[in-house]
């Protein structure tokens, strides 16, 4: 691999490489997707503008973090951790923004999207600090980082944002009820991925699996389909209230 220092990094890119094969589809998916939610920003009523643009901005950043993800496996064939890490510390707060956005035409309160920032920060940062810094305790990290994981799974499904989902109700409860659903089975894609790439007494339960290719599965689904489920909503708002003016 070493001698080939002088072409270009994806040169050492391998075509039976199906790890690397998923950061190149990353990287056209995040970017194909951002381009779709910037282009559709104006098509709706002006109160959906910034939840489009979120869905964009999240997309944006992770097609961003995917370049350099890509070239780091390229150079190295190895977990580009730091990378994922930044991205999701930016990304998965946006998410938590979504959620606020969308129930506050039904009168959210600020402090909703502060403690779901809060706990999803907690849950990112005890992860890396299992996956990169104190891997001989990675399932204790996993452990606190699930903890706080649940901890948004209970707020979305069964607290304050659920009541207030149902308050609003119509196309606001429907979507907010899809994107709980991204949370609980989409998100938990995450914990298999760290469970298979860090040592703990769950090895070999996922030890077939490659991390990467985990994680990368993940992200697409869930940067790309929370997106479309923000997009379908503000389609089905706005036909409804053009149906009114008629
Ligand atoms: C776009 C990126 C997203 C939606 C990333 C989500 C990441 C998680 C839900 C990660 C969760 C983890 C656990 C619940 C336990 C093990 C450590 C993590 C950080 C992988």
Request: proline letters at 2%.
């Amino acid at each position: 691999m070493k001698s080939l220092l002088f072409l270009p990094l994806v040169s050492n890119l391998d075509p039976s490489d199906y790890v690397g094969f998923t950061f190149f589809v990353g990287c056209m998916a995040m970017m194909a997707a951002s381009a779709f939610f910037f282009l559709s920003m104006r098509s709706f009523d002006r109160k959906w503008s910034t939840s489009i643009l979120v869905s964009g901005l999240i997309t944006f950043i992770a097609a961003v973090h995917y370049f350099y993800m890509r070239d780091y496996w390229a150079e190295f064939g190895d977990s580009p951790t730091f990378f994922r890490y930044v991205d999701w510390t930016l990304t998965v707060p946006l998410m938590c923004v979504e959620f606020f956005l969308i129930l506050k035409v039904a009168g959210a309160k600020k402090s909703l999207m502060w403690k779901l920032i809060f706990l999803s920060v907690i849950m990112l940062v005890t992860g890396y600090i299992g996956e990169a810094i104190d891997r001989d305790n990675a399932w204790l990290w996993g452990l606190i980082s699930g903890l706080a994981y649940f901890a948004i799974v209970y707020e979305i499904w069964l607290g304050k944002a659920k009541k207030i989902a149902e308050s609003a109700g119509g196309a606001v409860l429907a979507a907010h009820k899809t994107l709980c659903w991204f949370v609980l089975v989409g998100w938990a894609i995450y914990p298999i991925g760290y469970m298979a790439g860090t040592p703990g007494w769950y090895d070999g339960i996922f030890g077939g699996l490659n991390l990467d290719v985990v994680y990368n599965l993940g992200d697409a689904i869930n940067k790309i389909g929370f997106g479309l489920v923000i997009y379908n909503l503000a389609v089905e708002s706005t036909e409804k209230s053009q149906l009114k003016n008629v």
